[in-house]
């Protein structure tokens, strides 16, 4: 399975950013995408889950700015970020997962059991 994600770049704070992930057949027909990212020097975090049942979950640093969603057909998945903050400044990776694990794990734990991951796309905000 390979997860290729794009659409990063540097805007100023208060812009938009919409990023993109497709990911190549995966093993079962229900799961879980992700978005995490990773700052300089901090632990990667949990953005936002999509499940193929239609449920999203979202960190509280995010509700109200980020949305996610799924393209279930075309394995797609997107994050669309609006009202960026300089603190949004990090790289965001993608990534798939078996659906039994509730969003909120994924969220917590950063994206542990996650399957499989992309390399990642850099996000810059400027203040």
């Known amino acids: 399975v390979q997860v290729v994600e794009s659409g990063g770049g540097l805007v100023q704070a208060g812009g938009s950013l919409r990023l993109s992930c497709t990911a190549s057949k995966y093993t079962y027909s229900f799961y879980s995408m992700g978005w995490f990212r990773q700052a300089p020097g901090k632990e990667r975090e949990g953005v936002a889950i999509a499940r193929t049942d239609g449920s999203t979950t979202y960190a509280d640093s995010v509700k109200g700015r980020f949305t996610i969603s799924l393209e279930i057909a075309k394995n797609t998945l997107y994050l669309q970020m609006n009202s960026l903050k300089p603190e949004d400044t990090a790289m965001y990776y993608c990534?798939?997962?078996?659906?039994?694990?509730?969003?909120?794990?994924?969220?917590?734990?950063?994206?542990?059991?996650?399957?499989?991951w992309g390399k990642g796309t850099l996000v810059t905000i400027s203040s």
């Open positions: 990534a798939i997962g078996p659906s039994y694990y509730p969003g909120s794990r994924y969220i917590k734990t950063g994206g542990r059991d996650m399957d499989y």
